[in-house]
């Protein structure tokens, strides 16, 4: 089956830092989504990406799809204690099918 | 709010007992994805719903477990013979083919004792 690989894991950053977190899939995508979950919750959808090279923002999050449909990357510019929390990518194929990688795990020192 | 609801929130269950968990999608949606969740993994998919049929079930969906969405509405998981290896959170989410945004709910954590 398809396998999404998340990295890194896990990343401590101190606020007001970027972060980058990317996705690769060992198949081609359609779409990509990039979803945050905090503790209890289920998954808040933050960007949908619908087009190979295609970049999106939203507000200080930026997420672009990968011309070869393999990959995704998502970007927090000045990162603020409320991004902490699980930030998962999931593809989607030709059957609308949705899989999710495993998540990163972002903290925010203040 | 007219988001997507799960219902319970939360089930402790005895080994052994069934249990039933209900979604209801947000209004006019016509597919409906049921994942499973447990600690430190993102979501793995069960099953989906495009309006009542039941298109794709994913191998983890044992004979314990039945899904339905009778009338292309809210859909039922039930789990029967609950173990312990169940307890997880259950998630749902909607979407509106051929747009590819899904929202989730809120999901219903299992715990099996």
């Known amino acids: 089956g398809q396998q999404l690989n998340q990295s890194p894991q896990s990343m401590f950053i101190q606020e007001g830092e970027d972060v980058s977190m990317n996705c690769t899939s060992s198949?081609?995508?359609?779409?990509w989504l990039w979803y945050k979950q905090d503790p209890g919750e289920g998954p808040v959808l933050l960007i949908a990406?619908?087009?190979?090279?295609e970049l999106t923002s939203n507000g200080r999050l930026t997420a672009q799809f990968g011309i070869t449909r393999k990959d995704s990357f998502l970007n927090i510019s000045a990162s603020i204690p409320s991004d902490v929390g699980i930030y998962f990518c999931a593809g989607r194929d030709n059957n609308n099918d949705m899989r999710f990688g495993a998540g990163t795990r972002l903290t925010v020192k203040p | 709010d007219t988001g997507v609801s799960q219902n319970p929130r939360h089930k402790i269950t005895k080994r052994g007992q069934n249990v039933t968990f209900r979604c209801d999608p947000i209004s006019e949606h016509n597919r409906l994805y049921w994942y499973r969740q447990t600690l430190g993994q993102g979501p793995e998919f069960l099953t989906y719903f495009q309006n009542e049929a039941q298109l794709e079930k994913s191998r983890l969906l044992s004979d314990r477990f039945s899904a339905e969405r009778p009338k292309g509405s809210f859909s039922t998981l039930e789990i029967q013979r609950t173990e312990q290896g169940d307890s997880a959170m259950y998630l749902c989410a909607s979407s509106l083919v051929p747009v590819a945004e899904a929202f989730f709910g809120q999901g219903t954590r299992l715990t099996v004792v």
């Open positions: 990406l619908y087009k190979a090279g």
């Open positions: 198949s081609i995508f359609n779409t």
